[in-house]
Every structure is written in structure tokens, then in C-alpha cells.
């Protein structure tokens, strides 16, 4: 029965040392900062996606993009473009005729 003794003896020093554990003094903003920094580093990896896609180079994009775009339009209203397709649309019997029919 020592042994039993010897366990109850442990059982109860452990018990005792709960009495000796004191409380813990934490800021009153410890929540406040911990959540701000834990969001902030969720936002860091979100944008991390589009990281390399820096101001310089959306500026760059933007600028060819509107080249290209003015470009297009010039073509398009060039009168070259406008006989192209007339020419194109007569090949291929696309267009309508301006001849007068003698049945109209």
C-alpha cells in the first residue's frame, strides 16, 4: 500500500500547486492589437496576386491600350478602309446593287 500512498501524495501536490498559480495581467488592448495584426497580414497575402502589376506598369498598359484604340479608329474612318470593304463586299456578293430593275 505505499505505492498508494506514494500516488495520493503526488495527487495532492498537484492539486496544491494550482493554489500557487497566480493571474495573469493582460493589456486591455491586447485583443484589439492582436485582431489588427493577424487582418493585416491577411491583406498583405490578398494583394499579393496583383504585386507584380505595379503603378509603372499599369501606366505603360493603359497608354498602349489607348494607342492601340486611336489607332483602330483612325483606320476605320480612313477612306481606304471604307473602298476595302466595298471592294471585299462586291467580291463576295455582299453588297446591294444601285442598278434600277425594270420589275421594281
Known sequence: METNNDINQKVQNTLKSFDSITD???SPFFKDK???LLFSEKEEKESFVFSWF???LQFATLVCFVLLNVFAYVKINSNTYNSNVQD???TYGL???NDTYLLN
Open 95 to 97: 453588297s446591294t446593287d
Open 54 to 56: 505595379s503603378p509603372k
Open 34 to 36: 492582436t485582431m489588427q
Open 88 to 90: 471585299f463586299a462586291e
Open 24 to 26: 495573469t495581467k493582460v
